[in-house]
Every structure is written in structure tokens, then in C-alpha cells.
């Protein structure tokens, strides 16, 4: 039961109190079980949800929190875990409730064990008229999805979403090479392989011989960066270059920037903004952890940061949904909703046309999300453009593999999770006119 009261623990800070899951973990041993008790019970929270109501006839939120706690993590064991026996997670379910909401012990049995009674096929709940339940997404949120790509397209996007991309690193050339890096990374116990379109990018399997990532000897050594592949093109795309004036304009925890400083040989000039003061120091930790010298920190709010300078790249990797990434992130299926999307987008709006300003005429400006929602990607470039006609799309195919060329339309890529093997994300490079 010690594995399950931590788990019991950290769901209830991350369902009743607003936690972050990376963040509820910080300072506890949690082995595999617990990680994938978490975040499974976490993704598959709207499924766990439609099944109490439809076993019980009780809406969750009427249920008292410790309780909704335990039978969402019951019920992720019984339908989703493939270890855990149904009668395991019925009797350490009722446990759990005999140590936190005791008076709730026959309620939780008995929900469990109408669970556990379920046919193969309502047990499938990708066979249900409730496509929401399926693909455990809020009605709103899977509209948004089916809006952006069509219903015929959105159901494979959404089944992708309910799994993590795989672990994606980069390389820090200025330390190592790829070559040189897998095998140290071999050495310490790491599985690795290569990646799917990413040059300087391998995929990393933690393995029960090897360290955390943390504390692994090449990462303390600055040899690679935890980095999704679809956020290595965004750099990329920059083409950033010797001696050029570079502003990252929402660079937290400092991937691109330092990607960015790589590809310039060290030899950029590279000021790294983001509007928190904790992040920023994550910035300026990075750089020093991966050996970079040109990257410069600094604590503001792009929709308002002046600078007296003309930048003659802006990279503008914007806070937005997060709806590309909810596969390794499952707290975004708790919290988004259609009105914070709203907020958002209006903010991404802010910070596009005040940065745009800090462009030099025919500078770049790239902007970048890691969301899969059109109106925040490819319909908020397009009325970026509208405002602003001294701006225009400029192709970056040249860079792109061969099976990601056709993705790229008019100065825009966007990268699907059922179809790239990655996390979602949409780049857009576009030029300021000289005239």
C-alpha cells in the first residue's frame, strides 16, 4: 500500500489543489508504477469520470473529493492498467478509503466491483456514441480538435493524444556529437536509437539500469538537452547565424535558445526573455549547464517589452494551449478550457505585434506553438499578417526531411502526433519587408 498511498497523495494534490504533476513528484521516490499510475489516472480522467456516472448514476462532483480520488485511480487500474489484477485494485481501492473517507468504503466497493463487471465491450469505450469518453477529452476540447482537422481526422489525432511522444534529446554540438553521445548514454544504461526527422536528435529510453536524467554524467556534463523533436525545427527554421542580434522573446526553460546558440557556433548574440523570474533563472542554469556564452537573460513581458534595439531574428515560441503536447502533459486535460484558449489566443495576438516591431527590416520573425489548434497557429498568422502587410511567409522547406515537405505549406508547418511520431507543433517563418 506505500506506492498507492503516494500515488493517492499526489492525485489528490493534482485534482483537488491545482498541482502540476512534474512538480507533485518533486522530492518523492516514485518508481515506474507510481509514474504511470499518475499520469495514466490523470489522462484518462474524463473516461474515469463518465464511467462513475454511468456504473452509479452519480455525478463525480457530487462525491467528496478523496472519494472521486480513489475511484478514478481504481478505475484507471481495472480498464487501463494491464498489471494490476481487478481484484487488487478493488481491495487496495477499499483500503485507501478505509484510511481517507472511510464512511465511503461500501460506496467505492461497490462502484468497483460494478466496474470490474463490465463486458469487453462496454469496457471499450472507443465502441460507446460518447467519442469525448473515448479519447477522454472535454466535449469543448474535442470540438476544437474536430473544428482544426475535420471528424473524420480528429479521432486519430485524439487517440494519439492519449500517449506520450517518445523522449526526445538533442545533441549539444558545441560539447559532443551524436555518435559520441549514444554511446556514453549506452554505456550508462540508457536505451537509445535513433530519431524520426530531427538531425541532431536521438530518442532516450530510461531502462532500470540507468540513472534519472538528471542525474546522468552526460546531461550534468551539458552533453544533450530534454528536447521534443518538432521543438528542435522551430530553431532550425530561425536559421540562426554568426554575429546575428537574436531575441527569444518567451524562452523558458531555454531550449531554443540554446539550440539557436548552437547553431551559430556560439557566435550569436542572443537575448533570452521570459515574464518569470524563476524561469528565467532556468534560462541562464541551461545555458550554463550546456557551455553556451552568448546567450544573454532578461525578465520581462513581450506584449510590452521595448528595446532599443533591431533584431535581425525574433523568435517568438508563444504560451498557448498546450493541446499538442497533452500526451506527456496530462494535466492540460484537466485545466484547459475553451475560455482560457480565448485568453490565449488574444495574448499570442499581444505579443506577436509587439515584438513584430522589434524586427529589423528583412529580419525574421518565427513564431511557434506546441498546440494543434488552428486558431492558434495557422487562422492567428494569417490575421497577424492582415495587421501587419510589411510581413510575409517565407518558405522553409529546405530544411525539412523529405517526408515533412508536404506538410509545409506557405511558410507554415504543422507536426500531428498520429502522423509525425512526435509531439503536436506549428512553426511559422515570416519576413519583414524591406520597403
Known sequence: MEDRELIYSILFDCFENKAFS??????KNADDFVRASVYGTLTYAYSEDYIIKSVSGRDPSSLDPQ???ILRFGIWQILYSEKVPDYAAVNTSVELAAAHAPRAKSLVNAVLHKVCDLTPEQRDLGSSKNVEAAYSLKPEIYGVIKKSYGKDRAPSIARALLSPSPLAIRVNTLKTDKKSLASELEA???GVSEASFADDALILKPTSSSPSIEKSETFTDGKFMVQG????LASLAAQPAPGM???DCCAAPGGKSAHMAALSGDKADILALDINASRTELIRQNAQRLGVKCIRTGVADSSVYDDDKDFDLVLCDAPCSGLGI???KPDIRLTITYERIAEITLKQEQILDNVSRLVKKGGVLVYSTCTINRGENEEQVMKFMERHPDFEPEAFDNILPDRLKSSHVNGMLTLLPDEDGCEGFFISRLRRKNG
Open 22 to 27: 512534474n512538480l507533485a513528484f518533486s522530492g
Open 67 to 69: 472519494v472521486r480520488t
Open 188 to 190: 550508462e544504461g540508457f
Open 229 to 232: 523533436e518538432a521543438a528542435q
Open 245 to 247: 542580434k537574436i531575441l
Open 326 to 328: 497533452m500526451g506527456g
